[in-house]
């Protein structure tokens, strides 16, 4: 099947987004953020309460962006911030409300988190498992 990307090009993000690189980004349709505010190795580095700060930051940005598709990186952090200690990676029950009144609400998925201390992941599963995501939220793809 080959690589499918959601952008056209390789974006370089290791010193932050370029402009171009999150105007594509935004023109997908994709938004990107962090349950914590604060960068560290691990995720045992934050407390719990961290996590559950920013799930309620981040349903701040579901009710202001409406996004079809919300995606948690990091099975652990998603089950701390939601309380959900049973949750498995890919589609959650939760939904997560636009707060419009129309009823609508955001899928919410929990994926593998991509670092490399997360040894058992491929990157053929990490693919699977963004790619069901990003079909969710109608994001394109690329060759």
Not at 43 to 62: K, P, S, T
Not at 103 to 108: L, Y
Not at 121 to 141: C, I, M, N
Request: charged share 25%.
């Amino acid at each position: 099947m080959g690589v499918l990307q959601i952008t056209s090009h390789v974006i370089d993000a290791s010193h932050g987004y370029p402009p171009e690189g999150l105007s594509e980004l935004e023109r997908g349709g994709v938004g990107i953020s962090n349950l914590a505010r604060e960068a560290t190795t691990k995720a045992d580095e934050l407390d719990n309460q961290q996590f559950v700060d920013g799930l309620a930051r981040i349903r701040e940005m579901v009710r202001r962006y409406h996004p079809k598709v919300v995606a948690f990186l990091g099975i652990g952090a998603y089950r701390v911030a939601t309380g959900d200690r049973h949750a498995k990676v890919g589609e959650q029950a939760l939904r997560l409300d636009w707060g419009d009144g129309t009823g609508s609400s955001a899928h919410v998925f929990a994926l593998p988190n991509p670092s490399g201390l997360n040894a058992h992941e491929t990157v053929e599963s990490l693919g699977r498992d963004y790619r069901e995501a990003a079909e969710a939220a109608g994001v394109p793809l690329f060759h």
